[in-house]
């Protein structure tokens, strides 16, 4: 009957990501025969088979959010072979796919074929993850360069379709801060996470591994510009979660950033002088954590993109609102900046021919430079989403 119960739990609440974890006790085999028997009986009726591919892709999302490909192999089968509605079908190959790639370590090849034909073919949700493994694929084969257009493709096609899937947007823009940091461009990552860091914590209780897969990229690039405190605590917070045995990555991170730690305060005594704040006596629980990591007077900091009540939320236009505007940069002397003379025919020539020399990557990284400046307006965001969508021709296009 216990047993009986922590089944029913999982199949009846779909957010029960941590009730997941109470399945290992309980054999594969035996656990999905209970599943057959307790819900074939009913597969005469078209609402009882939906409801059955409503709970093995339940199924799949938790065997996927813990790893367990073993346990994702055999639902993504029943998916594909019982008598369900045309569309579970497709997922079930999505997650056959992910199997198949084996987080990298599998079948590279035979993956992408999969993928690539559930681009064209699965509902919108699911090409946009199709797109997503996809890039993973390239990235897992150390081809940043292929994997970033893809990226961008996927965060296109959720825009045309309206979709919102939060695990999709946040994968995208998580990975586009991931190669920008392997690019080297670790301030320039680190800015896009933290504009992230409202949705990604929004996804806490519903998709807590995506959550602590945000956090563990963001202490990585916390750590990369030397902010190695708020880098402790965020890692901490994703190595205490139930999920951190299946991503040992996370723990690699938090072993780097103790390192670091390590030879930084040994700088500190031999150089730093300034004494340093008091810290808290008390041990504040996880909630509170992410309010006390920035410094002092730091404009960078993750309290600075906490929601605010009196704010107003941004439009999302495309990729390009998704990813916000870089952080701004102080400058005591603006009142003092002079209006920059018009660029001539001349030099826009130059410049054309400048930028035609860069590749798709360079580009991107570019474009998305030019979203932080604090002087571009919405009139020039909109004209520019708009000559990329096609509306309005570019007038600097040759005819």
Known sequence: METAAKIS????????????????????????????????????????????????????????????????????????????PRQYEAIGQYYQALCIQRLGRGDAER?????????????PKYRVRAMISLGANSRNQ???????????????FAFRNNLNDPYSIITVQRMFAVIAGEDGNHRGALALLENLFPLAHDLRSSQPHVYYDYMNSLAVELCEVGRLEEAKNVSQIAVASKFAGAYPEWRETRNEIALRGCGASRSVVAFDKTPA???????????EKLVHLSAPRRDDSLSAIEPSPARKPARVLSMQEWIKKMPKQSNTHSQDKTTPRPTTDQEKQARLLELRRLDT???????????????????????ALMILEGIERDGNQES
């Open 142 to 156: 150390g081809d940043n360069q292929s994997a970033l257009p893809i990226y961008n493709e996927a965060a296109r």
């Open 361 to 383: 990557r360079d580009l991107l990284l570019s474009v998305m430079k030019a979203i932080g400046d604090e002087d571009i307006s919405d009139d020039q965001f909109l004209r």
């Open 111 to 123: 993956a992408a074929s999969l993928l690539a034909r559930l681009v064209e073919s699965a509902q």
């Open 277 to 287: 704040p008091a810290a808290s006596s008390r041990a504040a629980p996880e909630s």
């Open 9 to 84: 739990l999982v199949l009846t609440d779909p957010s029960a990501f941590e009730r997941f974890a109470d399945l290992q006790k309980i054999s594969y085999s035996g656990f999905y025969q209970r599943l057959a028997s307790g819900l074939v009986k009913r597969v005469h009726a078209s609402q009882a088979l939906g409801d059955l591919g409503e709970r093995l892709v339940v199924l799949a999302e938790h065997a996927h959010a813990f790893r367990q490909m073993d346990a994702l192999e055999q639902v993504s089968q029943f998916l594909m072979s019982w008598p369900l």
